[in-house]
DNA sequence: TTGTATGCGTTATCAA
DNA sequence: TTGATAACGCATACAA
């Protein structure tokens, strides 16, 4: 006997919405049994020619659309992935969230977004959803403040994305700092400065640190230096103003000033204008992150280095659906910076 | 005969994820049925002591987690929303994706996020795979340019959030523009400014109009108009620093500037600073979304209007949660915006 | 060429 | 108090 259909689910019922068409639905219309429509709906072969076109009328009709709860029941697997974010702001995330999608939307994933707000209670929260609801595997990102604890031994592969993991076992993607103050510097030496300073953000972030470190390293190696050392304070256009008034007071021949985010560059201007100093003219500044918001209203617009999160979020997908397949790549991987020359460098 | 749970499926053995264990396991491990396994695990009430405490060893052990996919397939509904967005930065979206979520989350829904990045091809795309993913319901991000077309008939229920539908009988939040400019004016002439102008931006956004309109509309109230009719051009700061430049040259005695948005105000301030007045001293500011990485570090930090995003969201997540309970409440609902004072408006 | 039965992980019902 | 079974929507192996 066949399988009945029955009646209407309650839930449904109670919800006024309208019941989704089944295979059972195309069946019954077209005539045939549940597994002849599941054939035609497949592309199989070995099907009457009116038959199938039969069912493709019927389920046209219905507008049918297979439930892909139930496939990844027979599956195994749901075509699902976690992203678990703790970046507040979004300034990060979406970016990274756009690039994963891109990689991961070719192989047909869905992505559950959630958001702890750098909250560990809210996390593990989101956590037992996502592993409840049977995600294939689960992206992190972290904030960039410092490493994070490792979210341990779970049943599904876990990436995480710009802040690390503090197990090496893990996988992780985070940007190259040190390349991004090297590729910086180099810049600024190519269009033509040698007298250059920087003016980076918050000291308890190490890539506050690892990002001057790449300046002062590539100096080094054209056998030049800083004109003062690096001086790290926080991610403010205060900070940068402050920062840059003391620079010209000790240095008033300084001819670049490279900043460690955006915010500080644009202190960093207003503290030039102050002083009568023209922008690329006298100094040139370069800021870093390329926030279009920031960088393109500032006068002149800014010159930055951009992180390329959307490339990381794409290399992000790309280990996770690897070690999805059975191919895991653990360890840090690191994607390169680069810098959007704008007015603020011109040669 | 018990149902076997035979071998590992073929996926999860290439994939190499362990499998995670089911009713099935558990009840083996404890020696019972799956059912009462279900009875125990769901606190059902008639079920020996020593029954249930082995069940729960059991799980415990196996670190069982219920299958939420399975569960979906019995109840008819998935627990799942889709949140579908077109705003590219992210600005707008988080927050209403955080407040959906505050709201959804208290009811145990998760959240498919997918941007269509302004591409209705891309919309479309995503709009079958979530139809596919059977969600309970839609929350659709507009961007603020222009309501959107209605997605039409669906088999789920939907609500547009910060961009309507054109459709009014669709079920749409909106801030409300109108009241915002009402607050700010208001705001204004509580701190005793009387020589107001308005500077908005993009014409072609609706909303541009409206923010003028509630400025306009509460001064004529209280029998005031603005010193020069509402200029409105462009969301930009270079937009502000020139409308600015126009106000002052026609009208010195200006005392406060409103703004259509954030960045628009910090031109303005630029702009004042030029002239040399000072602010709030000689002419407060007043910026609107509260943008708060602009806002903060503007000399002097701006007042800026609050539309309230994650409140936004918060509402659209209820209505959502309405209509999929069969009480869907059609039309446009608002959400007011309230004024955050900073030393820009000092009085 | 088509139909039927089975199982994926759950819960609910009904029989024991 | 517990166990067996059906059902959710689908694909697939196998029987007809």
């Not at 069946?27 to 199938?52: E, F, M, P, Q, Y």
């Not at 990844?72 to 507040?88: A, C, I, P, Q, Y």
């Not at 969230?97 to 994933?109: R, S, T």
């Not at 800083?226 to 620079?247: C, D, F, H, K």
Request: include cysteine.
């Amino acid at each position: 006997m066949t399988t009945d259909a029955g009646a209407p689910r309650a839930r449904a019922a109670e919800s006024g919405a309208r019941r989704l068409p089944t295979v059972n639905d195309v069946a019954r219309l077209a005539g045939v049994s549940k597994g002849t429509v599941s054939k035609v709906l497949n592309g199989r072969a070995g099907i009457a020619t009116d038959t199938r076109e039969q069912v493709e009328s019927a389920a046209r009709q219905l507008g049918y659309r297979p439930n892909l709860q139930a496939l990844s029941l027979m599956e195994g697997r749901t075509g699902t992935v976690g992203l678990l974010t703790h970046d507040l702001e979004g300034r990060f995330c979406l970016p990274i969230l756009m690039g994963a999608e891109d990689a991961l939307g070719a192989g047909k994933l869905s992505v559950f977004l959630c958001d702890a707000r750098g909250d560990a209670i809210r996390e593990q929260y989101h956590l037992e959803a996502l592993l409840a609801r049977r995600v294939d595997g689960l992206i992190v990102v972290g904030d960039r403040a410092a490493p994070r604890a490792s979210l341990g031994d779970l049943p599904v592969p876990v990436v995480y994305a710009s802040g690390p993991s503090m197990n090496p076992d893990d996988t992780s993607v985070v940007p190259d700092d040190v390349q991004a103050g090297r590729a910086g510097a180099d810049h600024l030496l190519s269009i033509g400065r040698r007298r250059i300073a920087y003016i980076g953000g918050d000291p308890s972030y190490p890539g506050a640190h690892r990002r001057a470190e790449g300046v002062t390293s590539l100096l080094s190696e054209r056998g030049l230096e800083l004109v003062v050392p690096p001086m790290l304070n926080a991610w403010t256009e205060t900070w940068g103003l402050q920062a840059a008034r003391q620079i010209l007071a000790k240095r008033p021949d300084v001819d670049a000033i490279m900043c460690g985010n955006d915010q500080i560059a644009r202190g960093v201007v207003d503290a030039l204008r102050e002083q009568g100093k023209s922008v690329p003219g006298d100094v040139a500044v370069l800021g870093h992150d390329n926030w279009e918001t920031l960088v393109l209203a500032a006068r002149p617009p800014l010159s930055s280095i951009d992180a390329n999160y959307q490339r990381l979020g794409g290399k992000a997908a790309q280990l996770l659906f690897a070690a999805m397949s059975g191919s895991p790549e653990p360890g840090l991987h690191y994607i390169d910076s680069t810098v959007v020359p704008r007015e603020s460098t011109l040669a």
